[in-house]
């Protein structure tokens, strides 16, 4: 039996050694993951988002693009991660005034092997890192917090939801 066989943490072989997991023998099949997270802010800080009175620029906008980005080269920061043909990202940023801060969200598609679940997370780590690259001369004190997985779909281990 080789490592990627035994329950538990696939990416180590029987020696306990690091290695990307043969995912030749599994299905391709549709999959679908949605990831979250959220950009903490003072109320002003948000203002300034929203009225587009960032001095670098329309920061939803291009943490919408970065986070785009990211999805597409997560295989080049994750190292164990499969390169995949990745066939839909979208990357959705809205103003939450309760918060005060920013929600992300991120979806992303393919049809493989194996699923696209930390695409999309960095997807949405990567847009909230260029959130507060955008406003940090105004305000250090932003909290990039609660990134997690909402939705895994396809593949053997089928769907998975995240609780409320």
């Known amino acids: ?3 990627s066989d035994k329950p538990g943490l696939s990416h180590f072989d029987d020696r306990g050694q690091a290695h990307m997991v ?3 023998g599994k299905a391709v099949t549709d999959r679908v993951a ?3 997270g959220f950009v903490r802010m003072s109320a002003a800080t948000l203002a300034l988002i929203t009225e587009g009175r960032a001095k670098k ?4 906008a291009v943490a919408r693009l ?3 980005m ?3 080269r997560t295989a080049d920061l994750i190292p164990l ?3 995949l043909p990745v066939t839909k990202v979208a990357v959705e940023l809205v103003a939450d005034p309760a918060l005060p ?4 969200e991120a979806t992303v598609k393919t049809s493989g092997q194996t699923g696209v679940e930390m695409e999309a997370l960095t997807a949405v780590s990567v847009a909230a890192l260029t959130v507060y690259d955008m406003v940090k001369a105004v305000e250090k004190s932003l909290v990039i917090e609660g990134v997690r997985l909402l939705l895994k779909d396809g593949g053997k281990s089928g769907l998975y939801e995240a609780k409320p």
């Open 1 to 3: 039996m080789s490592g």
């Open 101 to 104: 801060g920013v929600r992300i």
């Open 57 to 60: 620029g329309d920061v939803l």
């Open 81 to 83: 991660c499969h390169p």
């Open 22 to 24: 043969d995912v030749s």
């Open 70 to 72: 990211a999805a597409k």
């Open 34 to 36: 949605v990831a979250e």
């Open 66 to 68: 970065a986070g785009i």
